[in-house]
């Protein structure tokens, strides 16, 4: 089976076995857009399914959620059957009523431009890709988000992690990703909720600045307040940049929280010092010890 590239979506590739009245999912990872690179990746994907009794199959989707809804409806209209159950994979139930994978949206900003960070954990081969970066500092990026999460004390998930960068700017703006370390920060969290690690719904209008070091502490970026305006001009309530610089910003109606490593901008966004639930506490000590801004 295999599907025309549509605009904006990506090629998966499934591999399950067909019971005839169901899908057992085994894997499903983005195929790589290098051409030898995914001819090699079929062949002995491929012949690991047929020793396995399996099948593979390509299909391009948004999500990979999207992609499996296409290979059971291709094997629903095979079978002739109005209901074709998916099973195995993480018992993910047959009417897939729930994502397949974890996700997360993160706001972030560079000196240039706001940005959205969306990230999943999904099911297959264990990688990381980040799309929406240039091919010069995306290498980088990586290095520097998965050894500040492991060196933070995190785990990194054993999974296909898919982390994608979209300005946040009006339609028809030329953005430019300049300065992209400033998004360090956000990719990391960003990786972590969707891996299931920290809460799902403490992001809402807190954006996150910050260059990440190897070792997970948060580090400057260049030109952090213009970074920092143009993520409050998105709409962000709090903003959490490098405690070293905190002192710097200052943005009439924003709360910026300085943060000095990962660890602890997770430790604050998800338990009960979240700054959007201010306690009586707080309101004498925003932060709770943490560098901060009203």
């Known amino acids: 089976m295999s599907t025309e590239p549509t605009t904006g979506h990506t090629e998966f590739i499934v591999a399950g076995q067909d019971t005839g009245s169901s899908f057992n999912l085994w894997d499903i ?28 199959f390509t299909t391009y989707a948004a999500t990979a959620q999207e992609a499996v809804h296409e290979v059971l409806r291709e094997r629903r209209e095979r079978a002739g059957l109005d209901h074709y159950a998916l099973s195995g994979g993480r018992e993910w139930g047959p009417a897939l009523t729930s994502e397949l994978y974890g996700g997360a949206g993160v706001a972030a ?41 492991i060196n933070s004390g ?76 143009g993520a409050a001009a998105q709409g962000a309530r709090v903003i959490l940049v490098p405690a070293d610089a905190v002192d710097d910003v200052d943005i009439a ?12 901008a997770v430790e604050l966004l998800s338990d009960e010092r979240h700054p959007l639930r201010p306690t009586v506490a707080d309101a004498h000590h925003p932060g709770r010890g943490l560098p901060a801004r009203d």
């Open 253 to 264: 109606g924003v709360r910026v929280i300085g943060v000095a490593s990962l660890h602890e």
């Open 29 to 56: 990872y983005p195929a790589p857009t290098d051409p030898t690179r995914r001819a090699i990746m079929l062949e002995e994907a491929g012949i690991d399914a047929f020793d396995a009794f399996g099948e593979l």
């Open 109 to 149: 900003a560079t000196k240039d431009a706001a940005f959205g960070v969306a990230a999943s954990a999904l099911p297959g081969v264990p990688s990381f890709h980040v799309r929406g970066l240039p091919d010069r500092c995306a290498a980088s990026t990586r290095d520097r988000v998965r050894a500040g999460v």
């Open 154 to 229: 995190r785990h990194w998930p054993m999974a296909c992690v898919r982390v994608e960068v979209t300005p946040l700017e009006p339609a028809g703006k030329d953005v430019s990703v300049a300065g992209a370390s400033a998004l360090d920060l956000a990719l990391a969290c960003s990786v972590l909720v969707a891996a299931g690690q920290i809460p799902c719904g403490c992001w809402s209008d807190v954006a996150l600045i910050g260059e990440l070091g190897l070792d997970g502490a948060v580090r400057t970026p260049r030109r952090l307040v213009e970074a920092v305006q």
